[in-house]
């Protein structure tokens, strides 16, 4: 199955509508699973080779709406990696400070350093998304919501991910698709059960009422920040077993192709070895 290509936003003709939240690209749970297992271990060995060549670093972003699944599928698909590679960053409301500043500087700093993997939880695109739904928190910013500010923001945010492709780090980036029926079901699930209780939120329950501006504003956010560099991705979110597996083969289709290389040694550096090896061997 490839998955890269299946879900790959094509910009031209995009619509959320065409892009089923139930998809289950002509597998079972078992096949599925079967799948991400193998790919699991592949993005471990790959990870490995990028953090050794230290020279590259991968950037993926989650977006979604409320109870989609981002946690649980960073959480699977990154279930087999070293951790010391990888760092995740979770964008919430954002702060004073944050606020006194241009809305691309707290993701630049929380951006992965060479040979690192970094994983925005939620990123950039809040700013043309829960921002857009609620232009009063433009207020906060100091700034108006105009025409063509929607416009300037997507502009702001391609051109800076291809600085960043063209500064070596590849980004990739996740929509991951629910319907508003199992979104229903997994706010219900959160209310009812013990270990889920925590994460219910009646907050969810009132942005629910903006679906359908969360939906257009996603639609066009994601038309318009599609590009080759910095591929969107639709995820079909209503089986987690498929969102989870659909999300660790195109991760993988993108290290694979980026091809990170363990460092060969430097003829310097090779007879460095060779006698430190020799002084240990005459121990
Ligand atoms: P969880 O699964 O734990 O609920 P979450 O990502 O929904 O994870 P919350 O703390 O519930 O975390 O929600 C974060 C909130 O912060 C979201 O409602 C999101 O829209 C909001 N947010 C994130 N970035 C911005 C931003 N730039 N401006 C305004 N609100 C933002
Ligand atoms: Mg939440």
Redesign the pocket.
């Known amino acids: 199955m490839d998955f890269e290509d299946r879900y790959r936003v094509r910009p031209k003709h995009f619509a959320l509508a065409d892009h089923d939240t139930g998809d289950e690209a002509g597998l079972d749970k078992d096949a599925s699973e079967e799948l991400r297992a193998k790919d699991l271990a592949k993005l471990d060995a790959l990870q490995e080779r990028l953090y050794a060549e230290g020279e590259r670093s991968l950037l993926v972003v989650f977006q979604a709406m409320?109870a989609a699944g981002?946690?649980g599928t960073i959480e699977h698909v990154m279930s087999g990696v070293n951790p010391q590679g990888v760092r995740v960053t979770?964008?919430?409301?954002?702060s004073k400070a944050e606020l006194a500043h241009d809305?691309l500087w707290r993701c630049q700093l929380a951006l992965p350093s060479r040979g690192e993997i970094g994983i925005f939880?939620?990123s950039h695109y809040?700013?043309v998304i829960?921002?857009r739904v609620h232009p009063e928190?433009l207020d906060a910013q100091g700034l108006e919501a105009s025409s063509g500010l929607w416009r300037k923001r997507y502009d702001a945010i391609t051109a800076w991910e291809r600085h960043l492709h063209e500064s070596g780090t590849r980004v990739v980036k996740f929509f991951l698709h629910v319907s508003k029926a199992e979104q229903r079901e997994r706010l219900l699930a959160r209310a009812e059960e013990a270990d889920k209780k925590w994460?219910f939120?009646a907050?969810?329950v009132a942005?629910r009422e903006h679906w359908d501006d969360y939906q257009r504003a996603f639609e066009e956010a994601i038309a318009a920040t599609s590009t080759a560099d910095a591929p969107w991705y639709v995820i079909p979110a209503d089986r987690k077993w498929l969102m989870r597996t659909a999300v660790a083969s195109i991760l993988v289709h993108h290290l694979e192709d980026m091809d990170p290389q363990f460092p060969e040694p430097s003829e310097d550096e090779q007879a460095a070895i060779r006698e430190a090896v020799a002084k240990l061997q005459a121990e």
């Open positions: 409320d981002k946690d979770s964008f919430k409301q954002p809305f939880n939620r809040e700013e829960v921002v928190y994460k939120s907050g969810d942005e």
